[in-house]
């Protein structure tokens, strides 16, 4: 059968997701207190190299807690790319602290780590490094400034799981990492996210303040507030199986990045992501494409078309900075980071998930060639 319409994203359940969904039913543990979530916990440490993780119910959870646990409040500034979701600003904003933007690099699409530098003061508590579509933040110069001026490094590696900077494993490097379990992640709970962090007391406070700040000696007495946050047995049991799966999930999402990298190579329009850096392959968490400025129509025009033949497509990031409800609020005015302005009216990205089959990705290709020559 053929496809009518070739989703933007469509995951990949071929595991042991059914199997494990089956014990929790029959057992009857569905809540947070069910054997599985520690289970996906200590696995998760172990491929991303970290000493405890924190399972929560979504990605921006997970990111609340990572600044509720270093203690970042009112008076405090973060520094963050404005190149990304909204999610983490929103935290940092949430909290009563600023969020200080940096431009991202026009062929990496990653935060310009060469920007930090100038941008910190006595009120810089963290770095909020967030790896884009596919490739790291350059995590070297990053980590040796955070070490200089003796600040915190919050990663968030929402799009990096099982990514690799050096050889290491992206979500390993800052005080505390994040990650998604959304059903476009490299792996999916359906909603879902992980705290995970090496130190001991700032895993105490993760587990603390996910689940709304119990304390076991004296039950309902409170001396901090944290969130539900928790994750359910079911979320769990489906992380646990798709886990599993990260090996073959990469491969795959590497591949797809290949098959459009090759197939697209050739048309003078686009740029495409790079293939690789001096420190990471490309995973390609989606393919995104930027059209030149000398092309005709921009990305919303470009998207429209694509869609009018069966294709799915998503806008790049709208830069923090140009957010209407930080505006509002008096943030960023006057603000310019010329390369994310110019990403989100030329950026999007195409079809990219793990159920992807190679004659999906010849059909957007041929879709894309269609669009570009009908709009010369
Ligand atoms: C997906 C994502 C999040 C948010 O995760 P949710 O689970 O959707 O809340 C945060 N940061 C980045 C970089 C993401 O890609």
Same mark, same amino acid.
């Given at each position: 059968?053929t496809k +009518? /319409?070739?989703?933007?994203?469509?995951?990949?359940?071929?595991?042991n997701?059914?199997?494990?969904l089956?014990?929790c039913i029959?057992?009857?543990w569905?809540s947070?207190?069910?054997?599985?979530?520690s289970?996906f916990?200590n696995? /998760?440490s @172990?491929?991303?190299?970290?000493?405890s993780?924190?399972?929560v %119910?979504n990605g921006?959870a997970?990111? #609340?807690v990572a600044i509720?646990?270093?203690k970042i409040?009112?008076?405090?500034e973060?520094? *963050?790319?404005?190149f990304?979701?909204?999610?983490?600003?929103?935290?940092?904003?949430?909290a009563? $602290?600023?969020?200080?933007?940096v431009?991202c690099?026009?062929?990496?699409?990653?935060m310009?780590?060469?920007?930090? +530098?100038?941008?910190?003061t006595?009120q810089?508590k963290a770095i909020?490094?967030?790896?884009i579509?596919?490739?790291?933040v350059?995590?070297n110069?990053?980590m $040796?400034?955070?070490?200089k001026y003796n600040?915190?490094?919050i990663?968030?590696?929402a799009?990096?799981?099982?990514l690799?900077y050096?050889e290491?494993? %992206?979500g390993g !490097?800052?005080d505390?990492?994040?990650f998604?379990?959304y059903?476009?992640?490299?792996?999916?709970?359906?909603?879902?996210?992980?705290?995970?962090?090496?130190?001991p007391?700032l895993?105490?406070?993760?587990?603390?303040?996910?689940?709304? %700040?119990?304390?076991?000696?004296?039950?309902?007495?409170?001396y901090e507030?944290?969130?539900?946050?928790? *994750?359910?047995n079911?979320?769990?049991?489906?992380?646990?199986?798709?886990l599993?799966?990260?090996?073959?999930h990469?491969?795959?999402?590497?591949?797809i990045?290949?098959?459009?990298?090759?197939?697209l190579?050739e048309?003078?329009e686009l740029?495409l992501?790079l293939?690789?850096?001096?420190y990471?392959d490309?995973? !390609?968490?989606? !393919?995104g494409i930027?059209l030149k #400025?000398? !092309?005709?129509i921009? $990305?919303?025009?470009?998207?429209?078309r694509l869609?009018?033949?069966?294709?799915?497509t998503?806008? /790049?990031?709208?830069?923090?900075h140009?957010?209407?409800?930080?505006?509002r @609020?008096?943030?960023?005015?006057g #603000?310019s980071?010329?390369v994310?302005?110019?990403l989100?009216?030329?950026?999007?990205?195409?079809?990219s998930?793990l159920a992807?089959?190679?004659?999906?990705?010849k059909k957007?290709v041929?879709?894309?060639?269609q669009?570009?020559i009908s $709009?010369?």
């Amino acid at each position: 059968m053929t496809k +009518e /319409f070739i989703p933007v994203n469509e995951p990949l359940l071929a595991g042991n997701e059914k199997k494990y969904l089956e014990e929790c039913i029959d057992t009857g543990w569905i809540s947070s207190e069910g054997p599985f979530v520690s289970k996906f916990e200590n696995y /998760f440490s @172990e491929v991303v190299g970290r000493k405890s993780s924190v399972a929560v %119910c979504n990605g921006s959870a997970a990111l #609340d807690v990572a600044i509720a646990a270093l203690k970042i409040g009112a008076g405090d500034e973060v520094i *963050m790319p404005t190149f990304t979701i909204i999610s983490c600003a929103a935290a940092i904003y949430r909290a009563g $602290a600023t969020p200080i933007l940096v431009d991202c690099e026009p062929d990496t699409w990653n935060m310009n780590v060469w920007e930090i +530098e100038s941008l910190i003061t006595e009120q810089t508590k963290a770095i909020m490094a967030v790896h884009i579509y596919g490739l790291p933040v350059d995590m070297n110069p990053l980590m $040796a400034l955070a070490k200089k001026y003796n600040i915190s490094v919050i990663e968030d590696a929402a799009q990096a799981i099982g990514l690799e900077y050096e050889e290491k494993p %992206c979500g390993g !490097f800052g005080d505390v990492s994040v990650f998604s379990f959304y059903p476009n992640k490299h792996i999916t709970t359906g909603e879902g996210g992980m705290v995970s962090v090496n130190d001991p007391i700032l895993a105490e406070r993760c587990s603390s303040l996910r689940n709304l %700040c119990f304390v076991n000696s004296e039950r309902f007495v409170h001396y901090e507030l944290g969130w539900n946050y928790r *994750m359910t047995n079911l979320q769990a049991a489906v992380g646990l199986a798709q886990l599993e799966q990260l090996p073959t999930h990469l491969k795959l999402k590497r591949s797809i990045g290949l098959w459009y990298l090759e197939a697209l190579k050739e048309i003078d329009e686009l740029e495409l992501p790079l293939e690789r850096t001096d420190y990471a392959d490309n995973l !390609f968490w989606v !393919f995104g494409i930027v059209l030149k #400025d000398s !092309f005709p129509i921009d $990305a919303r025009g470009f998207m429209s078309r694509l869609g009018e033949k069966g294709v799915g497509t998503r806008p /790049f990031f709208y830069p923090m900075h140009q957010q209407p409800i930080f505006n509002r @609020e008096g943030l960023f005015i006057g #603000d310019s980071h010329p390369v994310s302005e110019r990403l989100y009216k030329r950026g999007l990205y195409l079809p990219s998930g793990l159920a992807l089959k190679e004659s999906d990705v010849k059909k957007v290709v041929n879709a894309v060639k269609q669009v570009l020559i009908s $709009a010369k």
